[in-house]
């Protein structure tokens, strides 16, 4: 069972990955043609971009290769821009694997980290986040998706009675959707 601090966990995450990624993949600029978020938003339809999420995220499991685990059940999802909730969203998939040895969950992160490279991903950030707990943390932008970044996190040191897991948050950078999309209805 995920607590409430572990629910908050995954939001922080999206945010910190979609920076990232604009950051790394168009730099910092603010213009106000495209709502200031320093790239311009690809027009996309919301159910192509989830689809696209989702595969990663199948990519990203198969690659973790760890047999027998749990995983959480919630597919992609958008968030609205909050700068033009009508046009602009973006996709966020968190989900989680557990209920297998410690040992599994970190040889499943050490095989990720060395198959991505030749697996359509590019690793831009690895090693331990210097928390309490230290947990160890990859980012990684998808090179055959251009708009997609994840974040994983080796949780191997849970706090007492909590369960350790791996953390996957897939997200993408903003979309456009296309005309007489109404992002309010959804998913």
Same mark, same amino acid.
């Given at each position: 069972?995920?607590?409430?601090? %572990?629910?908050?966990?995954p #939001?922080?995450a999206a945010?910190?990955?979609a920076?990232?990624?604009?950051t790394?993949?168009?730099g910092? /600029?603010?213009? *106000?043609d495209?709502n200031g978020?320093?790239?311009? =938003?690809?027009?996309?339809? #919301?159910?192509?971009?989830?689809? *696209?999420? *989702?595969?990663? /995220? ?8 760890i ?9 992609p999802?958008?968030?609205?821009s909050?700068?033009? =909730?009508? !046009?602009?969203?973006?996709v966020? !998939? =968190?989900? /989680?694997?557990y @209920?297998?040895p410690?040992s ?6 050490q %095989? ?15 090693? !331990?986040?210097g928390?309490?707990?230290?947990t160890?943390e ?10 997609f970044?994840v974040?994983?996190?080796?949780? @191997? *040191?849970?706090?007492?009675g909590?369960?350790p897991? +791996?953390?996957?948050? +897939?997200v993408?950078a903003?979309? %456009?959707?296309?005309?007489g ?7």
């Amino acid at each position: 069972m995920i607590t409430t601090s %572990r629910r908050r966990r995954p #939001v922080l995450a999206a945010l910190v990955c979609a920076l990232t990624f604009a950051t790394l993949t168009t730099g910092c /600029s603010m213009d *106000k043609d495209n709502n200031g978020l320093g790239y311009q =938003p690809t027009t996309l339809d #919301v159910g192509e971009a989830r689809a *696209k999420a *989702k595969r990663l /995220s199948s990519q990203i499991y198969d690659l973790l290769a760890i047999k027998n685990a749990q995983t959480t059940k919630p597919g992609p999802g958008i968030i609205q821009s909050a700068k033009d =909730p009508d !046009h602009l969203y973006r996709v966020n !998939h =968190p989900w /989680s694997l557990y @209920d297998v040895p410690v040992s599994e969950l970190q040889a499943g992160f050490q %095989r990720l980290k060395d198959r991505m490279p030749g697996n359509g991903w590019e690793i831009t950030k690895y090693g !331990h986040n210097g928390t309490k707990a230290n947990t160890l943390e990859l980012f990684a932008n998808s090179t055959t998706e251009k708009r997609f970044t994840v974040l994983v996190e080796l949780w @191997d *040191k849970p706090a007492e009675g909590k369960k350790p897991l +791996i953390l996957v948050n +897939i997200v993408s950078a903003y979309f %456009r959707a296309p005309q007489g999309t109404d992002l309010d209805v959804e998913y």
